[in-house]
Structures are given as C-alpha cells and as structure tokens.
C-alpha cells in the first residue's frame, strides 16, 4: 500500500479558496511565493479531477 505524503506549507501560504476569494485590497499575487501558487493550482485541479470522477460514479450507478 503506498503511503500518503504532504509537502509542509509556509505560514503565508492560503489555500485556494481563501486565495480566490482575497479582495483586491489584499496582497497581490505577486507576493504568494511560487511554492503556494503551485500548490493552490495543484488542489484545484484535484478538485476538478474529484469532480469529474464523482460525475462518472453517478452515471455509472444511475439505472
């Protein structure tokens, strides 16, 4: 069985909800370190992927 590994994340790192839903009065984009805008991008593609395999699930089981 393989092991699930998570990479630490820096104390100005935000998740992608809190990122997307930021003001334009907070920080630019600019600031977010290259680590958290790739880790940001990583979880919505995940939560892309999540969805469109939880779609398949339902088309499956549907009659």
Do not use: F, W
Not at 42 to 58: H, M, V
Request: proline residues 8%; aromatic residues 2%; glycine residues 4%.
């Amino acid at each position: 069985m393989a092991a699930i590994t998570s990479t630490p994340v820096g104390p100005g790192c935000r998740s992608s909800r809190s990122a997307s839903r930021r003001s334009t009065a907070g920080p630019t984009q600019s600031s977010t370190s290259p680590t958290c805008l790739s880790r940001i991008h990583e979880k919505d593609e995940l939560r892309s992927l999540n969805d469109r395999l939880a779609n398949y699930i339902q088309m499956v089981q549907e009659p």
